[in-house]
């Protein structure tokens, strides 16, 4: 049995999405457990990636990837990534997984892989926004709520956040938020140079930086309401810079019949555009 991890650090969760070759394109991977013991969305996601990552040449990586979240799953237990090879062209190779516990599938993903191509380049602008050294850490920004949920808003991450926009916690005593979150953020720790685990870390950040952003509008947080994310979807551009801050533009444009759609450009501070994500979440009754 695979050992239970309960992420408090950046190397937590470069251990999860380290999975297990089991088999020719069959994969294990261990989950972060939490109090709800639900898997984490853009987790699962990540790990999905490295698994089908794992199955092409090396001169190709991610540069999209479409997910369906079909169940919650047990984040005690381990998960089962099966891989099917669709294609392996002159440029691109397309890969399905089927992510297993037991005979349930919780996840399915289209992902696709291209070799490096030299071409003409263009990109949005990044947006004007004060620099990462002139914000506070989101510990001193939210340290007015210390007291709350056992230091749940002032606990040390595994991402240094800066925040441009008010988060979460903050919209809750606002009666206008804006559903839009701009913020600065790197890893805690070094970063190994590998682009696969670059973007297995760049799925993983955007599923938590939409969902947050989803919630600001409906003036809640992942402490106050139930959520479930039912699709994520990212197109990676270039490879981030995690030696530096990577700025992350997210806006949620619509929120209907218990959903929420949200969508977020990533930029180097260098102003490459890195990736676009977009996701849709599932909204249950509010837990206040």
């Known amino acids: 049995m695979m050992p239970r991890v309960v992420a408090r650090t950046l190397s937590d969760i470069l251990t999860t999405l380290d999975v297990e070759q089991i088999a020719d394109d069959e994969f294990l991977a261990t989950q972060m457990d939490n109090a709800a013991h639900h898997i984490v969305g853009g987790h699962i996601a990540a790990q999905a990636l490295m698994s089908a990552s794992r199955t092409v040449s090396a001169d190709r990586t991610p540069h999209s990837m479409h997910v369906y979240l079909l169940r919650a799953g047990d984040a005690r237990r381990p998960v089962h990534f099966e891989i099917t090879r669709l294609r392996d062209g002159g440029v691109l190779s397309s890969r399905r997984v089927l992510a297993r516990q037991d005979d349930q599938v919780l996840l399915e993903a289209l992902v696709s892989f291209t070799a ?8 949005q602008p990044i947006p004007d926004v004060p620099g990462p050294e002139s914000l ?25 956040l800066r925040y441009v926009d008010p988060p979460a916690r903050l919209a809750l005593d606002r009666p206008d938020p804006s559903p839009r979150i701009r913020l600065w953020w790197r890893p805690a720790e070094p970063m190994p140079d590998d682009p696969i685990l670059n973007s297995c870390l760049l799925t993983y950040v955007s599923g938590t930086a939409l969902l947050e952003t989803a919630m600001v509008v409906r003036r809640t947080t992942p402490l106050t309401s139930f959520s479930a994310l039912i699709d994520h979807a990212v197109w990676f551009h270039r490879p981030a810079d995690f030696s530096d801050w990577v700025l992350s533009d997210a806006v949620a444009p619509s929120g209907v019949h218990g959903r929420a759609l949200a969508t977020a450009t990533m930029y180097n501070r260098t102003v490459a555009l890195v990736c676009t994500a977009t996701q849709e979440i599932y909204f249950g009754r509010d837990r206040r």
Do not use: K, M
Not at 116 to 123: C, G, M
Not at 136 to 160: C, F, I, K, T
């Open 116 to 123: 490096p191509l030299d071409s003409f380049e263009h990109q």
């Open 136 to 160: 506070p850490s989101v510990q001193e920004q939210l340290s007015p709520y210390a007291d709350e949920h056992d230091g749940h808003w002032v606990r040390p991450q595994p991402l240094d």
